[in-house]
């Protein structure tokens, strides 16, 4: 009977999304440790819509991927029939320079938008991690924050106007084109950070910054987390924006099994500063008169910590805190993942989240599977570990990608939100059937 359901299904699925590409799951599309037996990647919104109304009228659980960068930082879904592509919506760019607006379609990476912006002499400035392979949609969805979130906010804080479908099949158009146009403000919100639970995003509209003349990234080694704390107050109580401010620590034991020395383990402030060539000199001195020293290395490029920090640990974690605790928070977590292992820890010193990888992942043959120092019995055990310290910072640790075991042991997401009943009363609105990303986010939903 079974068998006959399911063959059922999937010839429904097929008549319902003809025209479609679909194709079997690659081995690196899992969600959490479960992988989809059929990926679906529509070219435009109208066939993104049927792929929609065939999963809701079969009751298909269907989860969207854009560049696959965040596939793990969620729950394992209930069911997992389908994965959606977006990256074929791409599409044209339709760059308006002088509103400083552009449109474009969810599937294509920040770096293709930023290819295309350069001959206007514009930009969007934020760096996330892999910015050539994440897409666009997914880093709303996602509502990432990073390192240049210190000098232009988040990804929400970009978006002026979308079209998404949701999951009724409902075709939803929400803002403007044109920065002073803020209607639908609220729906934007509401979609950046569901994760694709409540609409799939198919087109965004997002203001555009001038490129700078000249930026540098200065990088500052610190004595310890005191003087970590010092820096920060100093330059927040400045007249100096940066448009990065981040503290990167490193520690535990190197991949030999020895401890690395002292002065590897000191903080390393890591600021990166716009403007003209007069303005970078100014605040380049202004630096050194609030640090009380000269960076030990500068580079006009922005440094890479995100990316390193995404593929070289099989454990990430995301601390949240108030801005101000966030540096005590990350040197308890200091303190107590020390013994176990190697570390970084990333502190965004404007919005108090600490990135934290552990287990340094090591080279693998083609086809194993990477291993870990600690058993996932022991990452759970440090987890709720973490989590408890966390209670005195008031703050939650949520789990960005860890081996596929570890998801059938801990949630991803820090106990239960404040106001789930509301989340369930939007879900509900959102997604009627329950068809998208079912129980990725917090509480089950």
Not at 56 to 80: F, H, I, Y
Not at 147 to 165: H, K, Q, T, Y
Not at 324 to 344: C, E, M
Request: hydrophobic share 40%; with cysteine.
């Amino acid at each position: 009977m079974q068998e006959s359901q399911s063959g059922a299904r999937g010839a429904a699925l097929a008549a319902g999304t003809e025209g479609v590409p679909s194709r079997d799951a690659r081995p690196d599309e899992t969600l959490s440790g479960l992988t989809a037996p059929t990926v679906l990647s529509p070219r435009d919104q109208q066939e993104l819509l049927s792929c929609v109304n065939t999963a809701r009228s079969e009751g298909l659980a269907l989860v969207v991927t854009g560049g696959g960068t965040a596939m793990d930082a969620a729950n394992p879904p209930r069911a997992l029939d389908l994965l959606l592509s977006t990256r074929g919506l791409g599409g044209r760019v339709d760059a308006r320079p002088n509103d400083m607006v552009v449109t474009i379609g969810a599937g294509a990476t920040l770096t293709e938008l930023n290819r295309a912006l350069a001959a206007s002499g514009q930009r969007l400035p934020l760096d996330p991690p892999l910015a050539g392979q994440a897409t666009l949609g997914g880093l709303v969805a996602a509502d990432t924050t990073c390192s240049s979130s210190a000098g232009f906010g988040c990804f929400r804080d970009m978006v002026l106007g979308l079209n998404a479908i949701d999951g009724s099949g409902r075709e939803l158009t929400v803002g403007g084109q044109v920065v002073k146009n803020v209607a639908g403000y609220d729906l934007v919100r509401l979609l950046a950070g569901s994760k694709g639970s409540l609409a799939i995003i198919t087109q965004l509209t997002l203001r555009t910054f001038p490129r700078p003349v000249a930026a540098l990234t200065l990088q500052y080694r610190l004595a310890d987390t005191a003087a970590a704390v010092a820096a920060r107050a100093s330059l927040l109580d400045s007249e100096l924006s940066p448009v990065m401010m981040d503290l990167l620590q490193d520690g535990g034991k190197d991949s030999s099994g020895s401890s690395p020395d002292n002065d590897h383990e000191r903080p390393l402030l890591l600021l990166r500063i716009e403007g003209g060539n007069s303005e970078l000199d100014y605040q380049q001195a202004r630096l050194r008169e609030l640090l009380g020293c000269a960076p030990f290395a500068r580079s006009d490029n922005p440094p890479d910590h995100h990316d390193t920090l995404h593929q070289d640990w099989l454990l990430r974690l995301r601390a949240i805190s108030m801005p101000g605790q966030a540096l005590a928070f990350a040197d308890r977590v200091a303190t107590l993942v020390k013994a176990g292992g190697s570390y970084q820890l990333l502190t965004h010193l404007c919005s108090g989240e600490t990135v934290i990888g552990l287990e340094p992942r090591p080279p693998v043959a083609a086809g194993q599977a990477p291993t870990s120092g600690r058993s996932p019995g022991e990452m759970a055990a440090l987890l709720a570990e973490l989590r408890q310290a966390a209670f005195d910072y008031k703050a939650r640790v949520v789990v960005e990608q860890a081996p596929a075991e570890l998801y059938e042991l801990v949630d991803c997401w820090h106990g239960r939100p404040a106001g789930l009943g509301l989340m369930r009363q939007l879900k509900k609105r959102f997604d009627p059937v329950g068809i998208l990303s079912p129980g990725r986010l917090a509480g089950g939903l």
